[in-house]
């Protein structure tokens, strides 16, 4: 049950979002220009640095959330879920496991970063936007993790829920929907 009074059919940090709209907007705009602005790297691998994150703060509605996102743009589920095993022996490029090593370094403190970290990614092809923005999305992450289960918000636990959420997220982003949402809708 959440520590404050939020709308019962808006899970997670929708919720929040549209408890304090005026922080809730600039917060949507800074993560739709993160995970689907214009970036060499892919919508996929953004949402893998959210998931890793989300996923070793232990916060159930963001993990499920953009393990599902990520899903839904690499078109498999087997990557999420190895990224999350082990980030070496996942399949994804030498330059995503150093990216996913450094925002898993943020996500404890982002004193973990190191120069052997950072000269990794580089030397593996990543660029410094590239780095830059590993390390904001993981922050960003980490915050929403916080914000999340902080206000302990509720967590769906049906799969369809997540699944529809990163279709939707997928083609339309992170901005609010213009007509807001539907308060007959559970679970939107």
């Given at each position: 049950?959440p520590?404050i009074q939020?709308e019962?059919h808006?899970?997670?940090?929708t919720g929040?979002?549209?408890?304090?709209?005026?922080?809730?907007?600039?917060?949507r705009?800074?993560t739709?220009?993160?995970l689907k602005?214009?970036s060499?790297l892919?919508e996929?691998?953004?949402e893998?640095i959210a998931?890793?994150?989300s996923?070793?703060?232990?916060?159930t509605?963001?993990k499920t959330?953009?393990?599902?996102?990520?899903?839904e743009y690499l078109?498999n589920?087997?990557?999420?879920?190895?990224?999350?095993?082990?980030i070496?022996?996942?399949?994804?490029?030498?330059?995503?496991k150093?990216?996913l090593?450094?925002?898993?370094k943020v996500q404890v403190?982002?004193?973990?970063?190191?120069e052997?970290?950072?000269q990794?990614?580089?030397n593996?092809g990543?660029?410094?936007?590239e780095?830059h923005?590993?390390?904001?999305?993981?922050?960003?992450?980490s915050?929403y993790n916080?914000?999340v289960d902080?206000l302990?918000?509720?967590?769906p636990?049906?799969p369809i829920y997540y699944t529809?959420?990163?279709?939707r997220?997928a083609?339309?982003?992170?901005?609010?929907?213009s007509?807001g949402y539907?308060?007959?809708?559970?679970?939107?």
């Amino acid at each position: 049950m959440p520590h404050i009074q939020l709308e019962k059919h808006l899970p997670g940090v929708t919720g929040l979002l549209e408890f304090r709209k005026d922080t809730g907007d600039l917060l949507r705009e800074l993560t739709q220009v993160l995970l689907k602005g214009p970036s060499t790297l892919t919508e996929g691998e953004r949402e893998l640095i959210a998931t890793i994150v989300s996923h070793r703060n232990e916060c159930t509605y963001c993990k499920t959330s953009h393990t599902a996102v990520a899903n839904e743009y690499l078109g498999n589920s087997t990557t999420s879920e190895l990224v999350k095993e082990d980030i070496e022996t996942a399949p994804v490029s030498e330059k995503m496991k150093a990216l996913l090593q450094i925002a898993a370094k943020v996500q404890v403190s982002g004193k973990n970063v190191d120069e052997r970290s950072v000269q990794r990614a580089k030397n593996a092809g990543a660029t410094d936007l590239e780095i830059h923005d590993t390390v904001m999305i993981a922050a960003l992450f980490s915050f929403y993790n916080r914000y999340v289960d902080g206000l302990s918000t509720i967590a769906p636990t049906d799969p369809i829920y997540y699944t529809d959420m990163a279709k939707r997220l997928a083609e339309h982003g992170y901005h609010r929907p213009s007509k807001g949402y539907d308060p007959n809708k559970l679970h939107q």
